[in-house]
């Protein structure tokens, strides 16, 4: 393996023990316990030293390239070499590694703790994996990278990985096999939910890089309520740089959703390439939710208690309703002393009953036959009144009575009479 060569380098305006600020991304690493950095485009930068790709032959410092990009077919052997400074006043040791890049949760571009790699990483070949520079000096180090045979055409994100035992920084490697692209996106899991610390809410989701390039997306967010737009976010770039086969969870604040609304919200994310993607969700405030829940109670409330009154209205009429037809009886005979005129009292009883059954079908034939009715009535209580003899009741009484049964049931139209007791 090619030995590094280190080259003098003097280091103007330099300030020993400087480090570049961590972003979002971070994790700790297994190798060394030192801290992986995200890997944005730019030199890496530790504790009094830095990394990045060598310039170009004859071209100052201040000319060197921001990241590495490296093309070729399945199978081809690409080379660089990465420039390793160190800026202070006394040696350091480094250790060097490639590794896969991917998105972490906030989208930022990371890198595969040691051991973790298993894409464009493994193909990377340095030409030493530790290195010490003195201080004030630049060590060149040469790397090869070699494309697998069968490697998908697309692009395949990796690093070369700086680690001086307390942090470790990378610079990106875009690397692209030769070959068909395609941009594909899309849009899941669109929600609205709580803000933070209670305030208004946010348009939360995620985005899939579903293609073999890099995509840096932009996102355009609308909402329309009962009456009317809500919410009009124009398309934005989104501080994403979206890997192939990488998703990333994000969110939209949105302050001042209105408090007693309902709308629809409407998601449009796009990329170079033609990628498009929509996604839709459903926001319904709070205090909408409560009132619509309070009438929904209200209704049932209201079914309940109308039901259980009709109920009771029913079982009240069942009570009040007649058994059968009643009506007055006629009135018993009057017997002698000897007390021999009772059955002849009551045989005049059941008389009667045959003459109120005449009445009750008068009072069904309706109020136009009464006159009829009465008189046939009076002549059927003579006829059995002198049937019934002894101590009965003397017809002219009993003739005195019936006319007036006829003429109540004949009043009611529909009134029974019953036999007296």
Known sequence: MAKASWAPVSVPGSVPGSVAESVSGTAASAGSGARTEAVPDGTARGSGWSAAPRPPEGKPDPDARDFFYLEGGPGTVLRDTLAVTNDSDRARTLRLRGADAYNASGGAVSVREPGRSTGPGTWIALAEDRVRVPARTRAEVPFTVTLPGGAVPGDHPAALVVDDGERQ??????????????????????????????????????????????????????????????????????????????????QESWPDAPALDRADVHLTATARGGAHATASATYTAPSLTWLLTGLAALALAALVFGWYALR??????????????????????????????GSSGADGGRAAVGTAEAVQTAGVVGAAGMAGTNEKAEKTVKAEGRAAGGAGAPPEEMSEKAPEEADAGGASGARSVVSGR
Do not use: I
């Open 169 to 250: 920084a990378g610079v990106r490697l875009h690397l692209r096999v030769s070959g068909p692209t395609l941009a594909a996106l899309g849009v899941e899991h669109a929600e609205v939910r709580p803000g933070n610390k209670g305030e208004g809410v946010e348009v939360g989701y995620t985005l899939v890089n579903r293609g073999n390039t890099v995509l840096r997306p932009r996102l355009a967010v609308r909402a329309d309520g009962l009456f009317g737009p809500v919410l009009r976010h124009e398309a934005r770039d989104l501080p994403v740089e979206l890997l192939p086969g990488q998703r990333v969870t994000r």
């Open 312 to 341: 009771r209205r029913g079982s009240s009429r069942g009570r009040d309703a007649p058994n059968g037809p009643r009506s007055r009886g006629a009135p018993p005979g009057r017997g002698g002393p000897d007390g021999s005129a």
